[in-house]
C-alpha cells in the first residue's frame, strides 16, 4: 500500500478542515469527561469535585464515591484528552492567560476526536484504493462514511464513541498491513496494534464486541506467514500494547471506586440512572425486534433512513464474501455490524438519549467502507446518488446540533411513519429559524447562516473535482496504452 501518500493526504486535510469547522458543546456526556481532564491536569485529582456543577461543565453524567464525584464514563477518552491538555494548560501558565473556555473545549474536541477521526478517514481511504484502484472509487466510499453517517457529526463534539472507532479501525488497518506486507511484523509494529485495541476497549467497554474479532483476525493473519512457535513470541509486544491501557484502567478503578473491577457506571449518582443500568449487562438485555425496526428502517432514528448510502452495503457485503481473499475482512464488518445492532437494541436507551440518531452504533460505522467498496463498477452510480443524500443530512445535523431532545421517543409507537424524524423535524428547523451550530464561517469570517457553511462546501467540492480529474488523467492513460 505505497505510493498512496499524496491522495490519502489530501483526504486527511479535507476531513480535517471539515472536522475543525464546526463545534459543538458536548453537555453532560462530554463535561463528565473533560471534567476529569481539567481536574486531573490542573490539580492532580482523579475526582471532578471541582468542576461537575460550575458554569459551562455541569453534568448529570456523574459516579458519587466515598464523599467525592467522579465521571461515570470510561476513561479512554479522557486519557488521551489529558495527555493534550497538559502542554496547552502549561503553556497558559506560562504566560499567565487562561483561554476562554469554549476555546478549550474546541481545541480538545478537534485535538482529541476530529483528528484521529481525520486520520482513520485517510486509511478508509488507503485500504478502498487498494482493493478497487480506483481513486475516484475510494475518495467516494471515504466520504459515504467519514461525510454521510454519524461519523461526521460526532467528530465535532467530545463523547467517547468516535476516537473509539477510529482506534478500533487503526488498529484494522495495522492488521491488514501486515496481511499485505508480512515484512512490517515488527515488534513495534505489533505493540501498536495492541496498544489501539486496548485503549479502544478503556474508551467505550461496548467495544469489546469488534475488539476481540480483531484479535482473531490478528492470529489467523500472523498464522498465514509464522509457525507456532514464532507467533506465540511475537504476541508478547502486542498483549504487552493492550495491557498498558488496560492496566491504568484498573489502576484508576482501584483508587476511585476502592476495587479494580468496579466502574464509575456502578455507583452512579442518579437514582434513574443507577436503577436503568441495573438492567440485564449495564442496562443492556436481550435484543428487542422492534427496537432493531426503530434502528434501521424507522424515520425517526433509523440508520438507512439518516445514512442510506449504508443500504448498499448490503449488496457490497454479498460480493465481499465471494472474493476469497476478503473473507476474512468481510466476517469481521459482518459480525461489527449485527452485533452491534444486536447490543443496541437490547439497551435500555437505544436511541442514545439526547442524540439525533442512535450514537452507540458509531464504533461499527468505519468497517462498512469495506462492504461499500466491493459494490460493482455497474452499480456504483447508487453508492454516489445515496452518498449525495447521506452527506446534505449529514451536513443539516452538523450544522445545526448533534443534540437532539429525546421526548418523542415516550410516543414514537403511536406516531404515523412519517410523522417524525430527527434531522427534518428539529434539525432542519433549527436551521431554518437560523439557528446554526459554531462554525469557523460564522466566527472568523462573520458569515451569517447558510452563507456560514459556503467555504467547507467549496473546500469538499473542490476537493472532489481534483479526484474526478485524477480519475479522468487515469482514464486516458489506460485509453492510450490500449492504442498502442
Not at 486519557?79 to 506560562?94: D, H, K
Request: hydrophobic fraction near 50%.
Amino acid at each position: 500500500m505505497i505510493g498512496y501518500k499524496k491522495d490519502a493526504l489530501l483526504v486527511f486535510v479535507l476531513l480535517a478542515l471539515t472536522y475543525a469547522y464546526f463545534y459543538h458543546e458536548p453537555y453532560w456526556n462530554g463535561n463528565s469527561r473533560l471534567g476529569l481532564i481539567f481536574e486531573f491536569v490542573q490539580e492532580g485529582r482523579l475526582t471532578i469535585d471541582s468542576f461537575h456543577d460550575t458554569e459551562g461543565m455541569i453534568t448529570g453524567d456523574k459516579a458519587f464515591y466515598d464523599g467525592h464525584y467522579y465521571s461515570d464514563k470510561a476513561i479512554g477518552t479522557s486519557v488521551v484528552g489529558s495527555i493534550v491538555y497538559l502542554p496547552i494548560y502549561w503553556l497558559m501558565r506560562f504566560f499567565d492567560y487562561n483561554l476562554p473556555l469554549f476555546i478549550v473545549k474546541y481545541l480538545l474536541t478537534f485535538f482529541v476526536i476530529g483528528l484521529p477521526s481525520a486520520f482513520a478517514g485517510s486509511l478508509m481511504y488507503v485500504v478502498c484504493k487498494y482493493i478497487s484502484a480506483s481513486k475516484l472509487r475510494a475518495f467516494i466510499v471515504t466520504i459515504a462514511i467519514t461525510l454521510g453517517t454519524m461519523y461526521l457529526p460526532f467528530s465535532t463534539i467530545f463523547f467517547g464513541h468516535q476516537l473509539a472507532a477510529t482506534l478500533l479501525f487503526c488498529a484494522f488497518f495495522m492488521i491488514f498491513q501486515l496481511k499485505v506486507r508480512p515484512d512490517l511484523c515488527k515488534n513495534r509494529h505489533l505493540f501498536l496494534i495492541g496498544l489501539l485495541l486496548g485503549l479502544s476497549l478503556v474508551t467505550e467497554y461496548t467495544t469489546v464486541l469488534i475488539v476481540l474479532p480483531l484479535i482473531t483476525y490478528y492470529f489467523l493473519v500472523l498464522w498465514k506467514e509464522q509457525s507456532f512457535r514464532r507467533i506465540m513470541s511475537i504476541a508478547i509486544p502486542s498483549s504487552l500494547g493492550g495491557l498498558i491501557p488496560v492496566a491504568i484502567m484498573l489502576i484508576y478503578n482501584a483508587i476511585c471506586f476502592g476495587n479494580p473491577l468496579s466502574i464509575g457506571y456502578a455507583h452512579l449518582e442518579s437514582q434513574f440512572f443507577r436503577e436503568s443500568m441495573s438492567q440485564g449487562i449495564m442496562g443492556i438485555s436481550w435484543p428487542r425486534p422492534m427496537v432493531l425496526y426503530y434502528l434501521t428502517v424507522h424515520p425517526a432514528y433509523g440508520l438507512f433512513w439518516q445514512s442510506p448510502v449504508l443500504i448498499t452495503t448490503l449488496a457490497g457485503a454479498y460480493f465481499m464474501f465471494r472474493t476469497k481473499q476478503s473473507r476474512m475482512e468481510a466476517v469481521i464488518t459482518t459480525i461489527a455490524f449485527f452485533s452491534y445492532l444486536l447490543m443496541n437494541s437490547g439497551y435500555y436507551m437505544w436511541w442514545g438519549g439526547w442524540s439525533f440518531g442512535p450514537r452507540h452504533l458509531i464504533p461499527m460505522l468505519p468497517f462498512l467502507c469495506l462492504p461499500l467498496i466491493f459494490v460493482p463498477k455497474r452499480f456504483f452510480f447508487m453508492v454516489v446518488i445515496l452518498c449525495l443524500v447521506s452527506v446534505s443530512q449529514m451536513f443539516i445535523v452538523v450544522a445545526s446540533t448533534v443534540l437532539v431532545p429525546d421526548d418523542i421517543i415516550s410516543k414514537i409507537d403511536k406516531l404515523g411513519y412519517f410523522q417524525y424524524s430527527s434531522i427534518y423535524s428539529y434539525c432542519l428547523k433549527q436551521l431554518l429559524d437560523g439557528k446554526f451550530a459554531m462554525n469557523i464561517g460564522g466566527w472568523l469570517f462573520a458569515l451569517k447562516n447558510w452563507m456560514s457553511l459556503l467555504p467547507i462546501i467549496v473546500a469538499i467540492l473542490g476537493t472532489t473535482g481534483i479526484f474526478l480529474a485524477k480519475e479522468s488523467a487515469h482514464s486516458r492513460l489506460k485509453r492510450r496504452a490500449v492504442g498502442q
